[in-house]
């Protein structure tokens, strides 16, 4: 619903046409220029800007003060943050000629996004890159930043470019003038055609991060990094989370991973000892709870309940085997903290008893639930009380199940 108007009156929102523009229109990967406008007695916000098919710059405005009309000269200024952009948009030439340089020359863009903040570069590779190959990348893209190439842009016949060696991008169309930018006098390391803007010099970078690598499809690969401002902040966040691991681990720095892996092993040893120790523990109960005077009878089956304590599940089963064995009972039925484990033997299997409905049928009268295979099955429930009344629950269960 949009249509030509006179005047923009303070509050509204619009999009402005300019005779000249120092604004760069979303393009190429590369985002699309903010900043304001301003003229005597008024200004407005840019909030983004676009380039029709017939290359006309629209610039997306909200006036904040004053009201803007047709004629009106402006003073446009673009936003800060474009030097940012231009400088990941500059690391993104350097980063396509080192992994041509360092993986091979069947690299070739498949993508990209430039940001104030990052770049994010897509390539065809058909496999991951190591740790190693990152490093390689990483430090020739930051030798060529350090060199502080010259990085030139002029609009040459497509032939030329060509000639040059110049990257460009399979499938995209191009005039018969094009845009070659360069980096590196003489012998460049990097030329493409390319309608973004850049820094002049590449030593404007600034430090290169890369901070992720993945697969975006098959064969294709995806890198995203920082330079600038953007490198520096990562490195910090970086620097303070090493800082505030030595904090609570101990040590320096250098002894973070020496001691992270001392603690595993340490940590790994006391779950064995854990272990060991819930077994002796289940031992040492079942060995008190087993006793023959301990056997009840229901419905013609000899059973034995047992409370046990400090035992997980896997313990539990464990006791539940033992008891089972050494008793000479028919069923037993065992539990700890809030879980319990029933066990039925052969014999009493083929007269009707069964371990998951009774460990059900218990639980049930305890609010609880469970259920489970007719050999073994478990059961939870609420707290150590109803524990206690699910194992009392348990002769008349097994009356229940014995067959008439
Ligand atoms: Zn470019």
Redesign the pocket.
Known sequence: DEHETEALPEGAAGTVVLDRTPFYAEG???VGDTGKLEWPGGGAVVTGTSRTAQGLFRHRVRVVRGTLSAGQAVSASVDPARRETEKH??A??LLHAALRSVLGTHVTQAG?L?APDRLRFDFSHPAALTPEEVVRVETLVNRWVQADLAVDWRVVPLEEARQAGAMMLFGEKYGDAVRM?SMGAGEAVSV?L???T?VARTGQIGPFVVVAEEAVSAGVRRLEARVGDAAVAYLQELRDTQRRLVGQLGGTAATLEERVAKLQADLKQAQRQVATLRDKLAAAQTAGAGGAAQLQEAGGFRYATAALEGLDAAALRNAADTLLERSGADVVVVGSGTLLVAKASEGARQRGAHAGNLVRAAAQAAGGKGGGRPDMAQAGVKDAAALQVALGAVEEALAAAAKP
Do not use: A, K, L, W
């Open positions: 190429g990967g590369q948009h500059s993104t030439h990209s430039v930018v493409e390319c309608g973004g850049h």
